[in-house]
């Protein structure tokens, strides 16, 4: 069974910049593509970033030119790296492949954007 490891989330001012990574087990990583999802209060999980196994990447609207995502398929680890962030971008950030289907979730890492 794979499993999902986040880290990288924490508080951070409105302007500044975080680095999110995800670990992944399982041989099956660097043949799919990944993505990372966020759930804000309240609202549905959705997709803000996906990478394919070729490395082609592409960003929801609402975070195109500030979120940038990469990933190693010999470490099997994917990473967001995240500036200019603002408090729309407060939510529990999560990993996973795409399309999701059968997968589990990891626990995700929290990100908070505050003064």
């Known amino acids: 069974q794979v499993q999902l490891v986040e880290s990288g989330g924490g508080l951070v001012q409105p302007g500044g910049s975080l680095r999110l990574s995800c670990a992944a087990s399982?041989?099956?990583?660097?043949?799919?593509?990944m993505g990372w999802y966020r759930r804000a209060p309240g609202k549905q999980r959705e997709l803000v970033a996906i990478?394919?196994?070729?490395?082609?990447?592409d960003y929801a609207d609402s975070v195109k030119g500030r979120f940038t995502i990469s990933r190693d398929n010999a470490k099997n680890t994917v990473d967001l790296q995240m500036n200019s962030l603002n408090p729309e971008d407060t939510a529990v950030y999560y990993c996973?492949?795409?399309?999701?289907?059968?997968?589990?979730w990891g626990q995700g890492t929290q990100v908070t954007v505050s003064s």
């Open positions: 399982g041989s099956i990583f660097s043949m799919n593509a």
């Open positions: 996973n492949y795409v399309p999701v289907g059968a997968r589990s």
């Open positions: 990478i394919t196994r070729g490395g082609s990447t």
